[in-house]
């Protein structure tokens, strides 16, 4: 059945819109929101009122590329969670009124999953099942994927997440938010095992980054009183440390979940997928284990709307449709 999906993505801070036909991306039109970096996190507030600024005209130019009129529209899918509710019922809100306008049915999509589904955007795609290391500022989760609509987590962060790891140590060597991506840049000429920090002890296929945050917290606060100047002499090698850190953590319970399930098939998403060093490791990580490894295109690593367009596209397939009820579930699980 032919099919033409408008998809929305409103979870955080990035307005996004997408058109996918037949399960072909078509446009994907990102707006971000720098407002934020002035306060050294996202404001839920500022974002919705950005949210509400933006969301028709990339809808707008959305279409335009696409060159798809909106009245060829065969649905409408929109992030239902996790996310910030503020953001999330702007989205939603533009979707159903968007929706009954044209008579067409809605699709609410679960963002985390559709990170995973971003795998299928583009070749290479993963074959089922397969595991999916799913990894942002607000997730850290290994999925097992035995179809595009059937999914397990068999292991998550049980405080924060990789890329609030990322933030936060960036924050205390004083760069400025969201520093995840200046660790990635300045540690790319630093050496990793200059300075070590502990790795969690979690039990099984579970993550915790609190305890690295804390070591990381008080390791600068002591090397900063005896040299005011360590972090800026330090940077690069700081950042390299960190990340090492961060990212060996990620890959040894990947590999554990590998062994203990017998796949060889091994993805990774979400937005610290972005980062360079975890995807080189990774890399490293499967010649040597013989995996086959996935690792997604950059403008589908951090939040956009073609994921959840492929997301939407798997679920208008099923015939898997929602009423105008619905409401955001800011803490949606898989």
């Known amino acids: 059945m032919s099919s033409k999906i408008l998809a929305i993505e409103s979870s955080c801070d990035e307005t996004s819109a997408s058109v996918i036909s037949n399960g072909k991306i078509l446009s994907n039109i990102v707006a971000n929101q720098e407002i934020h970096s002035k306060y050294g996190g996202v404001i839920p507030e500022l974002a919705s009122r950005a949210h509400q600024q933006n969301i028709v005209l990339v809808t707008k130019i959305a279409l335009e590329k696409a060159n798809i009129n909106k009245k060829q529209l065969n649905a409408l899918a929109f992030t239902r969670g996790p996310g910030l509710l503020g953001p999330l019922l702007v989205g939603i809100s533009f979707s159903k009124a968007m929706a009954l306008s044209l008579n067409i049915p809605l699709i609410d999509v679960n963002h985390m999953q559709a990170h995973i589904l971003a795998h299928f955007i583009d070749d290479p795609k993963p074959n089922f099942p397969f595991l999916c290391l799913t990894v942002s500022g607000g997730h850290t989760q290994i999925v097992l ?109 990947l590999k554990r ?78």
């Open 145 to 253: 994927v035995k179809s595009a609509l059937q999914m397990e987590v068999i292991g998550e962060t049980q405080d924060d997440a990789a890329g609030e790891a990322f933030d936060k140590a960036a924050k205390l060597m004083g760069l400025p938010y969201p520093g995840g991506h200046l660790i990635d840049k300045y540690g790319q000429e630093g050496n990793p095992l200059a300075f070590k920090f502990p790795e969690s002890a979690m039990q099984g296929l579970n993550f915790s980054f609190s305890g690295f945050k804390t070591s990381v917290l008080y390791f600068l606060r002591d090397e900063t009183e005896k040299n005011p100047n360590f972090v800026r002499d330090n940077l690069q090698d700081l950042c390299a440390s960190v990340q090492h850190a961060i990212v060996g953590m990620l890959l040894a319970k």
């Open 257 to 334: 979940a590998s062994r203990e399930t017998g796949i060889n098939e091994i993805a990774i998403a979400g937005g610290v997928s972005a980062n360079s060093y975890l995807r080189k490791r990774l890399q490293e990580a499967g010649e040597k284990l013989r995996w086959n490894t996935y690792i997604p295109q950059f403008e589908y690593c951090t939040d956009n709307a073609a994921m959840i367009a492929m997301a939407a596209h798997f679920k208008f397939e099923a015939g898997e449709f929602c009423g105008h009820e619905v409401g955001p579930l800011p803490r949606l699980a898989i």
